[in-house]
């Protein structure tokens, strides 16, 4: 999921005028975890966690280690992938090193206990520093131009190798860059950039690579709960800015939905209604996005009894959780972080999130032992038990407020999509302004997949910034 602002046009325009701004605050999080780096944990020996690594000019993406997945789950395609990075930077982590440990870093662009995606990132490191012995997690978050308007990722590289750290991940699009530069400068030290694709492009440093869950499965099952519990029809999508990765989330959710709709409620596909609102960024910065609390309040005084969020925040349960106090009955299902239920469960039809642990595990040891590989890895779920901890790249959690009956008849569509009995990126599939992007009996290859130029025929919202 990039968490990309440079594809954003007013808000890069606004960055000198953010400068004088102070940090936007972040809806509170499920949980929240220290704003400090606890002392390394010893823990038993790293195991043969999950990572899909796909190395440069493979035929095809595959998932590796103890990720199970199957052919039937790729988008199918060939994907061809070369790249190479290098690196400087400079700000302040959050700890100290010592000089025996083994010391790897984030840069994450939003705050560690946000309830979305930075802290399924920043667990993830954690996972990771529990199973190496000896160490060390260190970390500067919240980069970006509410924040920190005058740090660049870079600087924040930067001071983690400063304090000793080998190997860094970044976890933003707009990192890309910045993640270059400091690749370049500092050739010893390794680079994970989530959620880029300059491996895939073949414009990346070779002490640089990339790690992408496939969360279209995520937001496909997001979509037929959506679907399968809507009492209206009526299903709103809370987005964050436009680029191809929200694209291609807001599409299959549809598609998820639609299938569900349709195929499973044998309900006529003109009456479903799905609709997607943009405010800008990954979270709301007052003055400059649009506040998520009112785009939720507008879904839901719009119709919409569901609520399905792409946001980092938690505004989408929140609102709907006071809605229904109110006397409505409104759901939502949130994203990226696997509590993120826990907010307001009686209103949550689940979460589709993240679980980086093992993949960062597989990389992070590679690279300790001298044995990193630069790769671009776009990785499905486990489908023998998306939910694993230890081996699956993207769960979904169902929530409390998703009906028994509505339960099993979304296993059943997670089974199918699992056993590749249903490939919803089979054609015929149109964007918005008619052109093709899947043809009649025809399936979606990898990059055309990753790189949608529009949302799809049936969904209501923007499709360029």
Same mark, same amino acid.
């Given at each position: 999921?990039?968490?990309?602002?440079?594809?954003?046009?007013?808000?890069?325009?606004?960055?000198?005028?953010?400068?004088?701004?102070?940090?936007?605050?972040?809806?509170?999080?499920?949980?929240?975890?220290?704003?400090?780096?606890?002392?390394?944990?010893?823990?038993? #020996?790293?195991? %043969?966690?999950?990572?899909?690594?796909?190395?440069?000019?493979? $035929?095809? =993406? /595959? *998932? &590796? +280690? !103890?990720? @199970?997945?199957?052919?039937?789950?790729? #988008?199918?395609? %060939?994907?061809?992938?070369?790249?190479?990075?290098?690196?400087? $930077?400079? =700000? /302040? *982590? &959050? +700890? !100290?090193? @010592?000089?025996?440990?083994?010391?790897?870093?984030?840069?994450?662009?939003?705050?560690?206990?946000?309830?979305?995606?930075?802290?399924?990132?920043?667990?993830?490191?954690?996972?990771?520093?529990?199973?190496?012995?000896?160490?060390?997690?260190?970390?500067?978050?919240?980069?970006?131009?509410?924040?920190?308007?005058?740090?660049?990722?870079?600087?924040?590289?930067?001071?983690?190798?400063?304090?000793?750290?080998?190997?860094?991940?970044?976890?933003?699009?707009?990192?890309?860059?910045?993640?270059?530069?400091?690749?370049?400068?500092?050739?010893?030290?390794?680079?994970?950039?989530?959620?880029?694709?300059?491996?895939?492009?073949?414009?990346?440093?070779?002490?640089?690579?990339?790690?992408?869950?496939?969360?279209?499965?995520?937001?496909?099952?997001?979509?037929?709960?959506?679907?399968?519990?809507?009492?209206?029809?009526?299903?709103?999508?809370?987005?964050?800015?436009?680029?191809?990765?929200?694209?291609?989330?807001?599409?299959?959710?549809?598609?998820?939905?639609?299938?569900?709709?349709?195929?499973?409620?044998?309900?006529?596909?003109?009456?479903?209604?799905?609709?997607?609102?943009?405010?800008?960024?990954?979270?709301?910065?007052?003055?400059?996005?649009?506040?998520?609390?009112?785009?939720?309040?507008?879904?839901?005084?719009?119709?919409?009894?569901?609520?399905?969020?792409?946001?980092?925040?938690?505004?989408?349960?929140?609102?709907?959780?006071?809605?229904?106090?109110?006397?409505?009955?409104?759901?939502?299902?949130?994203?990226?972080?696997?509590?993120?239920?826990?907010?307001?469960?009686?209103?949550?039809?689940?979460?589709?999130?993240?679980?980086?642990?093992?993949?960062?595990?597989?990389?992070?040891?590679?690279?300790?032992?001298?044995?990193?590989?630069?790769?671009?890895?776009?990785?499905?779920?486990?489908?023998?038990?998306?939910?694993?901890?230890?081996?699956?790249?993207?769960?979904?959690?169902?929530?409390?407020?998703?009906?028994?009956?509505?339960?099993?008849?979304?296993?059943?569509?997670?089974?199918?999509?699992?056993?590749?009995?249903?490939?919803?990126?089979?054609?015929?599939?149109?964007?918005?302004?008619?052109?093709?992007?899947?043809?009649?009996?025809?399936?979606?290859?990898?990059?055309?997949?990753?790189?949608?130029?529009?949302?799809?025929?049936?969904?209501?919202?923007?499709?360029?910034?």
């Amino acid at each position: 999921m990039t968490r990309a602002f440079k594809r954003w046009p007013a808000l890069l325009v606004l960055t000198t005028l953010l400068a004088a701004c102070g940090g936007a605050p972040a809806s509170k999080p499920t949980t929240a975890p220290a704003a400090t780096v606890p002392v390394a944990t010893a823990a038993p #020996a790293a195991t %043969a966690a999950s990572a899909a690594t796909v190395p440069a000019a493979t $035929a095809a =993406i /595959t *998932a &590796t +280690a !103890a990720i @199970t997945t199957t052919a039937a789950i790729t #988008a199918t395609a %060939a994907i061809t992938t070369t790249a190479t990075i290098t690196a400087t $930077a400079a =700000i /302040t *982590a &959050t +700890a !100290a090193t @010592t000089d025996k440990a083994y010391v790897f870093g984030m840069v994450l662009v939003g705050p560690i206990n946000d309830g979305g995606w930075n802290q399924a990132q920043y667990e993830g490191m954690k996972y990771v520093e529990a199973r190496i012995p000896g160490s060390k997690f260190i970390y500067v978050d919240k980069v970006n131009p509410a924040d920190r308007p005058n740090t660049k990722v870079e600087q924040a590289i930067d001071e983690l190798i400063t304090q000793g750290a080998a190997f860094v991940v970044t976890n933003s699009a707009d990192f890309g860059d910045g993640t270059t530069i400091a690749a370049k400068a500092n050739p010893k030290v390794f680079f994970i950039h989530a959620s880029g694709d300059a491996v895939l492009s073949g414009k990346a440093p070779a002490n640089v690579g990339n790690i992408m869950g496939r969360m279209e499965y995520g937001k496909m099952i997001a979509g037929c709960a959506a679907a399968l519990q809507t009492a209206t029809g009526k299903i709103s999508y809370l987005g964050p800015l436009i680029d191809s990765e929200t694209r291609r989330l807001v599409n299959a959710a549809f598609l998820g939905a639609k299938h569900c709709w349709t195929d499973v409620r044998g309900k006529p596909a003109d009456q479903l209604s799905f609709k997607v609102t943009w405010i800008g960024f990954w979270s709301n910065i007052p003055g400059v996005t649009l506040d998520p609390t009112q785009v939720a309040n507008d879904f839901i005084n719009g119709g919409s009894d569901v609520i399905i969020s792409g946001i980092d925040t938690t505004e989408a349960i929140v609102e709907a959780s006071k809605a229904t106090k109110a006397g409505k009955k409104i759901y939502a299902i949130p994203y990226d972080f696997k509590g993120a239920c826990e907010q307001a469960a009686d209103v949550c039809l689940g979460v589709p999130y993240f679980n980086w642990g093992p993949s960062y595990l597989k990389v992070i040891s590679d690279a300790k032992s001298g044995t990193f590989t630069q790769s671009w890895n776009w990785i499905a779920p486990d489908w023998t038990n998306i939910n694993n901890p230890d081996t699956s790249i993207v769960g979904f959690e169902k929530g409390a407020a998703l009906s028994t009956e509505n339960q099993a008849k979304l296993d059943e569509f997670i089974k199918k999509l699992a056993d590749g009995s249903l490939n919803l990126y089979t054609g015929p599939l149109s964007y918005q302004d008619g052109k093709p992007f899947v043809a009649a009996g025809a399936t979606a290859d990898d990059k055309t997949v990753w790189y949608t130029a529009q949302l799809l025929k049936g969904v209501e919202g923007q499709s360029a910034p």
